[in-house]
């Protein structure tokens, strides 16, 4: 089975797919069949730390996103996490259905991403 990291508009399964990843009010651990496993508040420790503090701790291999910064991408692939793009606006759920599906690949590269808010 399959865990997943996505950042979240809320803490409800039923959430969007927050669309900038560092910025996520929350961070919600699920696995391939949609159940909840865990959730985090999101907080300024949230862009790059959080990816290195959260994975050994809540198992995830993979990160659900409809966007993100190269600083995270990086500090995802230097451990191993792939990353998937999902739609903007699309639902928690349906963005694990579609990876179930499928239907997202994963990126392979940093290129073409940026940071998308007033973060730096």
Known sequence: MEIFLVPAQINDINSKVDN???RSNW???VDSEGSL?????????????????????LGFTKIL???????????AAYLGIDIYMVPPGESLLDA????????????SSSEGLNCGGNCH
């Open 20 to 22: 900038h990843f560092g």
């Open 27 to 29: 961070y919600l651990i």
């Open 37 to 57: 496993i865990d959730s985090i508040p999101g907080n300024q420790q949230s862009h790059h730390k959080g990816i290195y503090n959260w994975k050994n701790k």
């Open 65 to 75: 996103t409809s966007h993100m910064g190269p600083g995270a991408y990086d500090a």
């Open 96 to 107: 694990v259905k579609k990876y179930n599906d499928g239907q997202l690949t994963a990126l």
